[in-house]
């Protein structure tokens, strides 16, 4: 099984519910697992600004998928969400990111690992860092990369990463 760290958001609609309807597809998949899971932030919008501000999570899964077919998967629950591509940075109803794949370094079209530009987005480090402060990017830990951000406007939302799990009642958390 291969370490992923997935980056989950969005800031139209009802973006939690779409976060968990992803972890629950990855969950229901018999090649992949989902590990850890951050708490849920708000963060203001990055690249474009005059958009609602976004929710996000960090999610560590394991997973028998090669690094292509876990894009694949991510781009097909981003579509069965309804996901549309309008315009780069701009609103969304869901948004999976492959951040890191083991410790691979991959430049295809259409797939770079580790994500570009994750260590300048505090959106992505913040929940990252919760899960996984001490994993790697370009030899440095998640936790030194966070720290050199600025976190204005980046909030917790969520005490711990089980929000996304139903309630013994059957609702959400």
């Given amino acids: 099984m291969h370490e992923a760290f997935l980056c989950l958001g969005g800031n139209i609609g009802a973006p939690d519910a779409a976060m968990r309807a992803v972890l629950a597809a990855i969950e229901a998949r018999a090649d992949s697992a989902v590990v850890a899971v951050s708490s849920l ?3 203001p919008p990055w690249g474009k600004l005059d958009q609602p501000d976004f929710l996000n999570a960090a999610v560590h899964i394991r997973t028998a ?9 991510c781009l097909d629950i981003e579509r069965s969400l ?16 492959i951040l890191l794949y083991d410790a691979l370094s991959i430049d295809t079209d259409g797939l770079v690992i580790p994500h570009p530009r994750m260590a300048e987005r505090v959106f992505v480090l913040a929940p990252l860092a919760e899960i996984a402060p001490d994993r790697l990017v370009a030899g440095e830990s998640v936790g030194a990369l966070l720290d050199r951000l600025d976190r204005t ?6 005490p711990d990463g089980t929000w996304w799990k139903p309630a013994s009642d059957g609702s959400a958390v």
């Fill in 41 to 43: 932030y708000r963060t």
């Fill in 153 to 158: 406007g980046v909030r917790k939302i969520t």
């Fill in 65 to 73: 998928l090669d690094p292509q077919g876990l894009l694949a998967v």
């Fill in 82 to 97: 309804k996901r549309v591509r309008d315009e780069r940075w701009g609103p969304r109803t869901i948004d999976i990111d």
